[in-house]
Nanobody
Framework: QVQLVESGGGLVQPGGSLTLTCEAIGSIFRIIAMAWFRQAPGKQRELVARITGGSSRNYDDSVKGRFTISTDNAKNTMYLQMNSLKPEDTAVYYC????????????????WGQGTQVTVSS
């Protein structure tokens, strides 16, 4: 029905930048919220940034001022602009979205992308 397809991960030096992209594909009626999570080796998955209603944004304290979450509603696509990257940002980054596939309340579900690796290292 719905897939979240991520791209943009890779290897970058400390202080560098990357932009992650997440496109929602399939039978989409409405996207309520989208978010980026990350999971480093040996750690729990954590919320990095979330956008709801197309404009309300919140960030984990560790990325405030460095990362920016945004969406292109016409393309059902979310972005994460990551600047001033640090080695501790190294993780697999996952796209998450709450999507309705039709106008009924019961059609709402949470979806996850497959993850994209971000490695910050010199």
């Amino acid at each position: 029905q719905v897939q979240l397809v991520e791209s943009g991960g890779g290897l970058v030096q400390p202080g560098g930048s990357l932009t992650l992209t997440c496109e929602a594909i399939g039978s989409i009626f409405r996207i309520i919220a989208m978010a980026w999570f990350r999971q480093a080796p040996g750690k729990q998955r954590e919320l990095v940034a979330r956008i709801t209603g197309g404009s309300s944004r919140n960030y984990d304290d560790s990325v405030k001022g460095r990362f920016t979450i945004s969406t292109d509603n016409a393309k059902n696509t979310m972005y994460l602009q990551m600047n001033s990257l640090k080695p501790e940002d190294t993780a697999v980054y996952y796209c998450n979205a709450h999507i309705y596939t039709d106008s009924t309340w019961s059609s709402g579900n949470e979806y996850w992308g497959q993850g994209t690796q971000v490695t910050v290292s010199s």
